[in-house]
């Protein structure tokens, strides 16, 4: 609680999907967590996301996504993450996630895979496992 | 647990002149040394220092839900169709009970995310008191050096005085929403004193025409020195955009007035005495934190300790402070030149 160096989180929705309902309720699960948690809404372009990251210095995109195009939109932007230098942040994803494509995600650099119906507690633990 | 080892830049020199440039990876990466509370920190803001100054510090402050992020972003289109680059600090609260917080205020500025003349960084407060964080100050002097030609503050959604807001900005924008007083809450004091523009948002609301001149009535009524700036009441909706072009041509304006009156120059030299207070008080808590969280536990460990207190806290207290007192007395003797 006492700690000046929280994690910082950007909760973002990326491509058309409408609704925030699942990332709100995230966020506020790393709120409670102790974490800081930058919330950029819906409709997020990828370029906005990796700019707020950039902006907000934060350690973990956490992406919700529930179109079915998770594949392609992770794939481009952990390029763009790296070419942006953003070598240091750590993309977890959550949202409709098939278990089949979990091993991909992992394969393309996503740190953790949150499919629906993951409880809090594994997200949270999960997400300050990475930077324990 | 939750503590993550802080970006420390391996080239520190290389990173002030990155930031000079306006490096945007090297400033958010400054922000969130400063923010831990990076030793580091304070030397490259020492390094930055005399590169402030270029920035024209506004202010947009006001109640929870006024609208103030969505008039922020409004205002940075206005700033921008004037060729102006923007710098955003956006706090809000941090969780009393797990330090963690929900920063929100961008969801309304995410138009603005992919252009490069606009920076926003979002702060949470971290508990600090007057409705600013800790680091917002340190945080506007890394936007300043890095060019930004306008920087907007918007402190946590205030109430009547929270004035911290005041130390840092040259123009403050005191944002009010239709049907929220009448004229007894405006002639009180606290922010109203010190706003230099009011602003009427969500002014498709009933109310918003009285709002107005209950606000120029309160201005007019005010007895000040000729020659002085007199705060326009600006109406406004900002989620259509309408009224921000006149807000953003009020706060040039005030700008223009400061410029021209010698008041910007003495702002200046206010402010940074305050700063420096500021810097020595902090520094001074900082260690009397570090000195309680050592000692105050151990003073209670023992039986006689527990029982003096329970019988007198006062005195007990003043028994423990003598400690860190006495050797305040004694600087105090010895201090007086330097």
């Not at chain 1, 942006?84 to 098939?98: A, E, N, S, Y």
């Not at chain 2, 023992?302 to 004694?330: F, S």
Request: charged content about 20%; hydrophobic content about 45%; some cysteine.
């Amino acid at each position: 609680m006492e700690t000046k160096n929280k994690i910082r989180v950007l909760v973002a929705k990326p491509g058309l999907d409408g609704h925030d309902k699942g990332a709100k309720i995230v966020a506020l699960a790393l709120r409670d967590a102790g974490m800081e948690v930058i919330y950029s809404g819906l409709h997020q372009t990828l370029d906005q996301i990796i700019s707020t990251a950039v902006q907000e210095s934060v350690d973990v995109i956490g992406l919700s996504i529930m179109s079915g195009a998770h594949l392609p939109i992770c794939k481009k932007l952990t390029a763009m993450m790296k070419e942006h230098g953003l070598t240091g942040v750590q993309l977890v994803v959550g949202g409709v996630i098939p278990r089949q494509d979990i091993q991909t995600l992992e394969q393309m650099g996503v740190a953790a895979v949150f499919p629906g119906g993951t409880a809090f507690d594994t997200i949270v633990t999960e997400i300050n496992q990475l930077f324990a | 647990m939750t503590e993550r080892a802080p970006d420390i830049h391996p080239d520190p020199s290389g990173m002030i002149q990155d930031i000079l440039a306006g490096n945007v990876m090297a400033g958010a990466r400054l922000m969130r040394a400063i923010e831990a509370g990076n030793p580091q920190a304070d030397l490259l803001l020492g390094q930055l220092y005399a590169h402030r100054g270029n920035a024209f510090v506004t202010g947009i402050t006001g109640p929870p839900g006024a609208g103030k992020s969505t008039l922020i972003s409004a205002l940075i289109t206005c700033f921008r169709q004037k060729n102006l680059t923007v710098g955003v600090v956006a706090v809000d609260p941090s969780s009393a009970q797990t330090g963690g917080a929900v920063l929100g205020d961008r969801v309304r500025m995410q138009a603005h995310a992919g252009d490069p003349g606009v920076f926003i960084r979002s702060l949470a407060a971290r508990g600090a008191a007057g409705g600013l964080a800790r680091a917002a100050q340190d945080i506007c002097l890394v936007l300043d050096a890095m060019g930004y030609d306008v920087i907007v503050v918007e402190p946590v959604g205030s109430g009547q005085a929270d004035m911290e807001i005041c130390r840092m900005v040259h123009s403050l924008g005191l944002v009010a929403i239709p049907g929220t007083g009448d004229g007894i809450q405006s002639v009180k004091a606290g922010l109203l004193e010190a706003a230099d523009v009011f602003i009427v948002n969500k002014n498709d609301l009933p109310g918003a025409t009285s709002e107005v001149m209950t606000l120029e009535h309160l201005v007019n009524l005010r007895s000040v020195p000729p020659d002085t700036w007199q705060p326009p009441v600006v109406s406004t909706c900002a989620r259509t955009g309408q009224g921000v072009d006149r807000l953003a041509e009020r706060f040039l304006e005030h700008r223009g007035f400061m410029t021209d009156h010698g008041l910007l120059e003495k702002m200046r030299a206010d402010q940074a005495a305050n700063h420096f207070n500021t810097l020595v008080r902090q520094m001074l808590l900082d260690r009397i934190d570090a000195w309680m969280d050592r000692h105050v536990a151990g003073f209670l460990g023992t039986a006689a300790n527990q029982a003096n207190v329970a019988a007198d806290p006062y005195r007990a207290a003043r028994k423990l402070a003598a400690r860190l007192t006495a050797h305040l007395d004694e600087a105090d003797e010895t201090d007086r030149e330097f």
